[in-house]
Each structure stands twice: as C-alpha cells, then as structure tokens.
T-cell receptor, first 113, second 114 residues
Framework: GNSVTQMEGPVTLSEEAFLTINCTYT??????LFWYVQYPGEGLQLLLK?????DKGSNKGFEATYRKETTSFHLEKGSVQVSDSAVYFC????????????FGKGTKLSVIP | DTGVSQDPRHKITKRGQNVTFRCDPI?????LYWYRQTLGQGPEFLTY????????KSRLLSDRFSAERPKGSFSTLEIQRTEQGDSAMYLC????????????FGPGTRLTVT
C-alpha cells in the first residue's frame, strides 16, 4: 500500500521564523495528499490538501505543493506564530479504492516568543 | 455543527476486562472511521463504516475488537479481554459522502490497561 515518510521532530522555532516540514510519499498513481494538524488537547484537523500533481494546497498561511518528480509534499509557512505550536501529520489514501488514510508519524512544532 | 464527540475521554481498565467506546459523528456524515494512535506515532486505521455497513477492517483489528454502527448514526468500538498492548488513544472520525478523505476527528478516548 501507499506510505509516507515525514521529517521527525521535535522542531523548535522562534516566532516569525520560516517553517519547513518535509514529507515524501510512495504511492501507486497520483493520490490526493493531505496535511493534518493536532493542536494540544484537540482532535486532528485537516489543514490543507492537494488533489493532483503540481497543485498547491494552502490554508492559514501554510502551503504545500504536490511534486510528483520528487514525490514530496513539504509543508511551509513564512512566519510562524506561537499559536502554530502543534503536531503536524502528512497523510495519503492507503491504496486505490480504499477510504482509509495512512499517516506519517507526526512532527511536533513548538514556537517560542 | 457540534463536531465529532467521543465518550469516555479517558478509560483505565484492568487487563482482561472488556471496554466499550462510543463515537457520535457529525450528523450529516455518512462515513465513520476508527483509528488507533500510540505515543509518537500517527493514527493507524482500524475500521470504516458507510452508513451502517462496515466496509473495511484492518488486520490490526483482531477478533477481540468489534465495531458497530447501528442505524448508521453513532458507533461503538468494543475491546474484549483487554491487553496492555491495547493501551492507546482511540480516534473516531467522520466524513461526508463526497469528500471521504476530508475526515473530521473527535478528541479521542485514551485507554490505559493496567
């Protein structure tokens, strides 16, 4: 089945720093790709998605571009805030015709003032 | 929109006991998913329902685990004869019919088996 490898954390940044969290995938075909975020004490939330190659997903100042050449979907933000402190998960469908998602291990981001 | 709710939020049980968790999805969502998450890992898929039909089950779901979704509304996940390895966060998610990967997660039930 499909799989995802995600940059391990934790990552600690100062406020207004640039963020990159790396995610690479192995998949049959070109499935949709997702970033989910889990804020402390809350359930996972869909942050952004891209449904085909070269698509850019964006939300709340975060962006990720679906790059089939490098099989990557790196998450970026130009200027992080303390409120961005959370665990970020890269995910993709487990296989063709399956509705289950396969998640990366998660990257914990801490932003300090 | 009240979101996905799960009950209880925490459960401590002794090895060998049975436990049952409940999930109430977002009301208009046809699809419901159960995942398990252990410390430092991403969620791992357990099972999936479309309305009341259980359509996918992971190999992780041993015969001690059973899930139901009567009437296509709330769902229960039961673990029989719990083992210490069952200690984890159990997550429920739901999605609308035509956006199956846009899954809305509940806060989870943390199970500790002593």
């Amino acid at each position: 089945g499909n799989s995802v490898t995600q940059m391990e954390g934790p990552v600690t940044l100062s406020e207004e720093a640039f963020l990159t969290i790396n995610c690479t995938y192995t998949a049959t075909g070109y499935p949709s790709l997702f970033w989910y975020v889990q804020y402390p004490g809350e359930g996972l939330q869909l942050l952004l998605k891209a449904t085909k190659a070269d698509d850019k997903g964006s939300n709340k100042g975060f962006e990720a571009t679906y790059r089939k050449e490098t099989t990557s979907f790196h998450l970026e933000k130009g200027s992080v805030q303390v409120s961005d402190s959370a665990v970020y998960f890269c995910a993709l469908p487990s296989g063709a015709g399956s509705y289950q998602l396969t998640f990366g291990k998660g990257t914990k981001l801490s932003v300090i003032p | 929109d009240t979101g996905v709710s799960q009950d209880p939020r925490h459960k401590i049980t002794k090895r060998g006991q049975n436990v049952t968790f409940r999930c109430d999805p977002i009301s208009e969502h046809n699809r419901l998913y159960w995942y398990r998450q252990t410390l430092g890992q991403g969620p791992e898929f357990l099972t999936y329902f479309q309305n009341e039909a259980q359509l996918e089950k992971s190999r992780l779901l041993s015969d001690r685990f059973s899930a139901e979704r009567p009437k296509g509304s709330f769902s229960t996940l039961e673990i029989q004869r719990t083992e210490q390895g069952d200690s984890a966060m159990y997550l429920c998610a739901s999605s609308p019919l035509h956006a199956e990967y846009e899954q809305y997660f509940g806060p989870g039930t943390r199970l500790t088996v002593t």
